[in-house]
């Protein structure tokens, strides 16, 4: 849909040999990304993680995993992992949070947002083993 500002691809991580895949985002600076996935069964007043790494060539904003109330969207609730920005090598990336008692499930996105004042320049992001697991289990 925005063919000049953002691509993606899986490619070769070069990471461990467990983690063999990632997903490649080729972004423009001024592109609001977030690529999501709609996780269900959350046990209210569990605590869980979510977890995994990424790499940045030339990204402009702050790179992260995202959570939203899967219901509500982040005005429910919203949580971010530490941030990677600009060029860093496979950076571990978690959080652990519990959900509240009205959220079955939760919205993890892949995410850098960005404003229209962001530069136009591209940046490539790499996302690899991204996992949401209940906390006591890893």
């Known amino acids: 849909q925005y063919p000049e500002a ?36 959350l046990n ?3 605590a869980y993680t979510c977890r995994g790494y990424i790499k940045t060539q030339n990204v402009a904003g702050e790179t992260c995993l995202e959570l939203h109330h899967g219901e509500k969207g982040f005005k429910g609730f919203m949580k971010r992992t530490q941030t990677v920005t600009g060029t860093a090598d496979w950076t571990w990336v978690d959080l652990t949070f519990t959900p509240s008692a009205d959220m079955s499930s939760v919205t993890v996105l892949l995410r850098r947002p960005a404003d229209a004042a962001s530069p136009e320049t591209p940046g490539t992001i790499w996302f690899a083993r991204c996992e949401l697991f209940p906390a006591d289990a890893g």
Do not use: H, M, W, Y
Not at 8 to 36: M, W
């Open 6 to 41: 953002v691509t993606v691809s899986q490619e070769d991580s070069g990471l461990t040999p467990d983690t063999p895949k990632c997903l490649r985002v080729d972004v423009a600076g001024n592109f609001n990304l977030g690529i999501n996935q709609n996780v269900g069964g």
């Open 44 to 46: 209210p007043g569990q």
